[in-house]
């Protein structure tokens, strides 16, 4: 045989030999790789499982280190789920872990990672969380199982958690799976505690949720007894014609025997979306005051927490206002907004203020000059007050640069035609100055504190 033709033969061959060896590697690596992702797997949900978890969570841990962020470890027990399984039997039990799987699953965002570590526990790493945003996500997830409802029949099966939270720091920890550990400790506290409540690893947070906890029941016992949320008015003064032009409505809460300010209960409501429901009994308590047609021509002020996705109500309010002004009390009303929520909801506010117009109903920026450059702003959507953040009329006596930002507040507001309040106006002094930087109004304690509507009345 020629050797040429040998030689291609022997090359061909070569080349099949090769091609059938990376085949063979390929499925062997294929099938190794199905092996680990099928021993990481939990059968029943389709999550990870208890060993996928930590595998995940040793991963996330060096990932931490380098970019020196936090990672949130929740564990979830559901509690009394050996019930379910006992009445309704195992097949039950195990569809409605299933279903629990896909409910933490869908509320899950891209930092999170989710797995069933257990016969009826999950566990949740949340990579990258700030400590402000831990306690909320807790509560959405024991809130978002509570209102589950699983159908078996004419019934509905339904359960709470118990949960534990630890926090992995890169600074601190350097074993991420005993902060795991310590979170399943706190399932443990949880459960001992009474079940459907979180126990933090942290004493800081912990803390932190107990008086929230605390706040909560203060506000739903007010919610039960409407008698308990009281209408407070602090009042709004013309510092250049020394009257009262009006007031802010201020939410307060009498409960066992004292009266408690806003300030101790606000986050709280807000945390637990109270905070809607405690407005609306004040809100309906004022407008339904028989004295209120005394306040004719006045300006009220009513401050709203808005949410993004939540303007419907704003403009409910704007038209529940504008017939109160028009047929019955001919108020000024004037719905104020931080500034915060103002440049949040820039692109949807513009509509509401333009709506407010056409209703006679009038917008304030709140805390203005606290954190935004909001000019450009308000420049685009014409507000009628802006309210110059408190923490600048307390530097205003001595400080020069805060002087000039609230003369400068004061020139561009009479550009756009827009009026002033001073928040915090607390002795003399404050008020010296911000009479000379022409300010319009002045609210704080060297006017009046917050007062009882009636009491207020008697003040005009």
Not at 345 to 355: E, H, M, P, R
Not at 359 to 375: E, I, L, Q, T
């Amino acid at each position: 045989m020629n050797y040429k033709i040998k030689e291609r033969i022997l090359k061909n061959l070569l080349i099949e030999i090769t091609k059938k060896y990376d085949y063979m590697i390929n499925e062997y690596k294929a099938r190794n790789i199905q092996s680990e992702e099928t021993l990481l797997t939990d059968f029943l949900t389709s999550l990870l499982n208890r060993d996928g978890f930590k595998k995940i969570l040793l991963e996330l841990s060096k990932l931490s280190s380098i970019e020196k962020k936090s990672i949130a470890v929740v564990t979830l027990d559901l509690d009394n789920f050996k019930i379910i399984n006992t009445s309704y039997g195992y097949e039950i039990g195990d569809l409605f872990l299933k279903e629990i799987g896909n409910l933490l699953k869908s509320i899950s965002r891209s930092n999170w990672t989710v797995a069933r570590i257990g016969g009826d526990e999950f566990g949740i790493s949340i990579y990258g969380i700030k400590f402000n945003e831990i306690l909320y996500e807790v509560e959405r997830i024991k809130s978002v199982i509570e209102n589950f409802k699983f159908k078996v029949g004419d019934s509905y099966l339904s359960t709470t958690v118990s949960v534990g939270v630890s926090i992995f720091s890169p600074d601190s920890d350097t074993d991420i799976l005993s902060v795991l550990n310590k979170a399943e400790v706190g399932i443990y506290q949880s459960k001992t505690r009474g079940k459907n409540i979180a126990t933090f690893s942290s004493e800081d947070i912990q803390e932190k949720l107990k008086n929230l906890e605390e706040m909560k029941n203060m506000i739903l016992y007010a919610l039960n007894n409407k008698e308990a949320v009281r209408v407070y008015i602090q009042p709004i003064v013309s510092l250049k014609k020394d009257e009262i032009i009006g007031g802010e409505l201020l939410l307060r809460i009498r409960y066992r025997d004292r009266i408690v300010p806003a300030i101790q209960f606000i986050e709280s409501s807000i945390f637990f979306g109270l905070l809607p429901k405690l407005e609306k009994i004040q809100l309906d308590k004022f407008l339904s005051s028989k004295e209120i047609r005394k306040l004719k021509g006045k300006f009220i002020f009513i401050n709203r927490h808005i949410k993004s996705g939540h303007l419907k109500n704003i403009r409910s309010l704007i038209d529940k206002l504008s017939y109160h002004k028009r047929e019955i009390s001919g108020i000024n009303f004037v719905i104020e907004i931080t500034e915060n929520s103002f440049v949040e909801n820039f692109s949807s506010l513009k509509d509401i203020v333009a709506y407010a117009k056409k209703k006679d109903v009038m917008f304030a920026v709140d805390d203005f000059g606290a954190g935004f450059a909001s000019f450009g702003y308000v420049s685009k959507i014409p507000v009628d007050i802006i309210k110059i953040d408190g923490s600048i009329i307390n530097e205003c006596i001595s400080d020069k640069k805060h002087q000039a930002i609230v003369k400068a507040i004061s020139i561009l507001s009479r550009e756009l035609k827009m009026k002033t309040v001073a928040e915090f106006i607390d002795c003399k002094e404050k008020l010296e100055k911000c009479s000379v930087f022409d300010i319009d109004y002045g609210q704080g304690f060297y006017f009046n504190q917050p007062i009882e509507l009636e009491e207020f009345i008697k003040l005009l």
